[in-house]
């Protein structure tokens, strides 16, 4: 089973500021499956990124994603007050699927 | 628009079993994989389960092996859950997903005696 490691578990940053969050699986892992969701208290996750790179129509471009074989990386260039919240990497495999641990980002 | 609403959850004692439903509409609902995933209270997301869009194909996590049934019926654009000899560790709201890109707002099972 692939486990998922996010680091740092919480990032404490000021609006305007560039969010770098990381995502290690623990082996190589195709770009195609894997995903970033974010998450606020109260509400169900929502889609950032997929494919490791991609964005679905309606996310702002602020939010990239890169990365490759082992080592992934979420990135939200500028953070506005409404991004301050929970992220997860999720690999979708063949026949199960995984959670990072979840990064928090938090107001500073 | 796609909607998932999700029902059926509730309180059960430790032991019991729970039958979870997801109405999916917006969509053409035999086209397309379904999951359950589930998050405890305060806690991460885990995946319980997965099922192929004709029902052909299913995978479940080792935590709920044995004891959870996926099932579908694409007449009635519906995907359900199985749940059987209930744990406390099961206790968590339980969201039905279309892939990653769609969730419902899910349905909090708690199971304790």
């Known amino acids: 089973e692939i486990v998922l490691t996010q680091s740092p578990g919480t990032l404490s940053l000021s609006p305007g500021q560039r969010a770098t969050l990381s995502c290690r699986a623990s082996q190589s892992v195709s770009s195609s499956h894997l995903a970033w969701l974010q998450q606020k208290p109260g509400q169900s996750p929502r889609l950032l990124i997929y494919?490791?790179?991609s964005r679905p129509t309606g996310i702002p471009d602020r939010f990239s994603g890169s990365g490759s074989g082992r080592d992934f990386t979420l990135t939200i260039s500028r953070l506005e007050p409404e991004d301050f919240a929970v992220y997860y990497c999720q690999h979708y495999g063949t026949s199960s699927w995984t959670f990072g641990q979840g990064a928090k980002v938090e107001i500073k | 628009q796609v909607q998932l609403v999700e029902s059926g959850g509730g309180l059960v004692k430790p032991g019991r079993s729970l039958r979870l439903s997801c109405a999916a509409s917006g969509f053409t609902f035999s086209d397309y994989d379904m999951t359950w995933i589930r998050q405890a209270p305060g806690k991460g997301l885990e995946w319980v389960s997965y099922?192929?869009?004709?029902?052909?194909?299913?995978y479940y996590a080792d935590s709920v092996k044995g004891r959870f049934t996926i099932s579908r019926d694409n007449a009635k654009n519906s995907l359900y859950l199985q749940m059987n000899s209930l744990r406390a560790e099961d206790t968590g709201l339980y969201y039905c997903t279309r892939r990653v890109a769609y969730w419902g707002q899910g349905t909090l099972v708690i199971v304790s005696s």
């Open positions: 494919a490791a790179s």
């Open positions: 099922i192929s869009s004709s029902g052909d194909t299913i």
